[in-house]
């Protein structure tokens, strides 16, 4: 089974930029949709961006439409999340994950992101 850590979290100002990676160990990222995740304090896990094996975006959470973007590198076996124009509310802890039947599956520990006003 693939593991996943993230890693690219921190503090950040309104309306800066975060880049979060999620690398792979024990397996290849290739065969899978992936998906970043964000649990922000006292909300339930909630899906923010979704990839196909194939590089084409396939979801994207309307609260980060325009703002985040996710992109993979196969070859390098690691999926990022380009974070801009950030806003308090994106604070969360962001998990990356493989994505089965639009579910997450393998789940890395997650990183923190706080975005102060």
């Known amino acids: 089974q693939v593991q996943l850590v993230e890693s690219g979290g921190g503090l950040v100002q309104a309306g800066g930029s975060l880049r979060l990676s999620c690398a792979a160990s024990?397996?290849?990222?290739?065969?899978?949709?992936m998906g970043w995740f964000r649990q922000a304090p006292g909300k339930e896990r909630e899906p923010v961006a979704r990839?196909?094996?194939?590089?084409?975006?396939?979801y994207y959470a309307d609260s980060v439409k325009g703002r985040l973007t996710i992109y993979r590198d196969n070859a390098k076996n690691t999926v990022y999340l380009q974070m801009n124009s950030l806003k308090p509310e994106d604070k969360a802890v962001y998990y990356c994950?493989?994505?089965?039947?639009?579910?997450?599956?393998?789940w890395g520990q997650g990183t923190q992101v706080t975005v102060s006003s």
């Open positions: 994950a493989t994505v089965v039947d639009g579910q997450g599956r393998s």
């Open positions: 990839i196909n094996r194939y590089t084409i975006t396939t």
């Open positions: 024990g397996g290849t990222l290739s065969p899978y949709v």
